[in-house]
């Protein structure tokens, strides 16, 4: 899973740049993204909350309950879903103008009309999202997960042709007047909506060799009715944690143009060491949490919450060192291409990434913590941890503007965001030892701040080489002076960290290196040794 997911965030990167060289960092890039983010908005308002963190655990009980092995269960429910979602898509289509409205004010930063003509194209998606959260969780349950964590990689390669299709015909996309007819609209937005399709559709074929069939099966199961209880409360966090996106992308919209985006191409570049490892470490341990949970081995879930929590950290906070850093040097190496070389788009994205990085260890242990509530059919908690969240959020947001020049508001916007995710990571691991009892907190603070130690002093010590040799390299220019910068810092930054961590007895990383030595010293040994 590691290694699909790795694979499908360097595809997923690739395609944000390749969209940042064509589109560039202004209104277009905008008024694109804000589209494209209305169907994983709805999507998750009205079932992706249920299906991701509530629809395993049920699966998984029905499973191991029900004589027919909750055959007849899981076809009541993807028929109940499916329904939802095909009416939730023709709705969302029907409002178009008002959600982009909604997300975007009366801003002129980014086009509304534009962003609408988008919309219509990229709204369908909400369907095939959900077929494809439907086919991946029934997958997990039945101890499946490749072809779920592969199934983004097609989505992306569609997307990159697609990009260079767009380049490929001529003339840009017009402004004044907006026009559904456009070519370029066409192609950019019918391509996107079609690498989703691609990524659900191409779950069938696993989910077939299961020995599943699916026959749309119609009427109520009593456990349904425990769905929809559940499903309430995750409907409520994710209309929570929209109010805070709202306010996000509005004050972004009010800023310099091409904030919108930036900030999203920041997320996402945030993003791609969480999903190699995060959600990897989600999508294995929710089945095990749940079925601990269905048995009473309470003692098994506290020990995983601590697993997935040292996991994390050992590479997620050397991670956010480095960006914290480097963050201006990768966003001006990586964006300074294309369209979005124009202007200083790129060195703002950059800034933005190492102003929230020190959110991405806080972000991971949330999303553990949450999955752990809901392996406890708990889905209430979630939510009210998230209202705290939002609450802390959005005055941060709103005083951005005040305290910043326009085009640093979105650095607040994204330091803000990750201050959110430090308050709900203590908050939440305090009602988890009300709820469980001892967690085994003081270990783990323990081997969290060794890991730290050793963060520092490998991205410091990076970063100090970097200023020894730095008055060297304005001659080669920005883009390529960061890019050497880069290197200095993964040469010497990765292996120092390495090394402070193996000599600080850090068992995560002592049993990696000896998992790789065995399989060095024996490359033909495919037994259980260095487990």
């Known amino acids: 899973m590691a290694v699909a997911s790795l694979v499908s965030r360097i595809t997923g990167f690739l395609r944000q740049l390749a969209l940042v060289a064509v589109l560039g960092l202004g209104v277009v890039n905008d008024s694109y993204t804000v589209a494209n983010t209305l169907p994983n908005i709805v999507y998750e308002l009205l079932l992706g909350g249920v299906l991701t ?20 269960y899981t076809r009541r429910l993807l028929t109940m879903a499916g329904a939802a979602l095909a009416v939730a898509t023709l709705v969302a289509m029907a409002t178009a103008a008002l959600l982009t409205r909604l997300y975007l004010g009366g801003s002129g930063s980014a086009h509304a009309q534009l962003a609408t003509a988008f919309a219509w194209l990229l709204l369908p998606q909400i369907f095939f999202y959900g077929v494809g959260a439907m086919l991946g969780a029934l997958l997990n349950t039945r101890g499946v997960f490749g072809p779920f964590a592969w199934a983004p990689v097609l989505n ?40 989703i399709v691609v990524q659900a559709l191409i779950l069938i074929p696993s989910v077939r060799r299961t020995g599943f069939r699916y026959r749309p099966l119609w009427g109520w199961d009593r456990r349904l009715s425990e769905t929809g209880g559940l499903a309430v409360w995750v409907v409520a966090y994710v209309l929570i944690g929209q109010a805070g996106y709202i ?59 601590a697993l997935g929590t040292r996991l994390s950290a050992v590479v997620l906070l050397p991670v956010s060192a480095l ?83 326009p085009e640093w508001v979105v650095l607040g916007l994204a330091a803000a965001n990750g201050l959110s995710f430090l308050v709900g990571w203590v908050l939440g691991q305090v009602l988890l030892r009300r709820r469980l009892g001892p967690l085994g907190t003081g270990p783990v603070l323990g081997a969290l701040l060794r890991m730290a130690v050793a963060s520092v002093v490998g991205a410091g010590l990076a970063f100090g080489v970097v200023l020894l040799v730095g008055p060297a390299l304005p001659a080669v220019g ?54």
């Open 53 to 72: 963190s509530v629809m395993v655990p049920l699966l998984i009980r029905a499973q191991t309950e029900d004589a027919d092995g909750g055959e007849a």
């Open 156 to 195: 992306n390669v569609v997307v990159l042709g697609v990009l260079a299709a767009f380049v490929a015909v001529p003339g840009e996309i017009s402004l004044e007047p907006v026009r559904l007819s456009d070519p370029k609209l066409l192609v950019l937005g019918i391509g996107t909506t079609l690498g």
């Open 247 to 305: 306010v996000t992308t509005r004050v972004a919209a009010d800023a310099a143009p091409g904030s919108v985006a930036i900030y999203a191409n920041a997320w996402l570049l945030l993003q791609v060491p969480y999903g190699v490892l995060g959600v990897s470490l989600l999508t294995a341990l929710m089945p095990r949490m749940s079925r601990a949970a269905a048995e009473g081995r309470i003692t098994d879930v506290v020990a995983d919450l």
């Open 323 to 405: 960006l914290t850093l480097f963050g201006t040097q990768l966003g001006v190496a990586l964006f300074s291409f294309g369209a979005g070389s124009a202007g200083e788009g790129s060195t703002r994205l950059g800034a933005t990434l190492a102003a929230s990085a020190f959110g991405l260890l806080p972000f991971a242990v949330m999303m553990l913590q949450a999955r752990m509530f809901y392996a406890l059919k708990d889905s209430r908690t979630p939510t009210l941890l998230q209202l705290v969240i939002v609450v802390v959020k959005i005055p941060l947001l709103l005083a951005a503007p005040f305290v910043l020049p």
């Open 478 to 531: 920005p883009v390529a002076g960061s890019w050497i910068e880069l290197a200095i810092a993964a040469v010497i930054g990765g292996p120092v960290v390495v090394a402070v961590m193996l000599a600080l007895r850090i068992p995560e990383v002592a049993a990696l290196r000896r998992r790789v030595t065995g399989k060095v010293a024996h490359p033909t040994e495919r037994g259980e040794s260095g487990r």
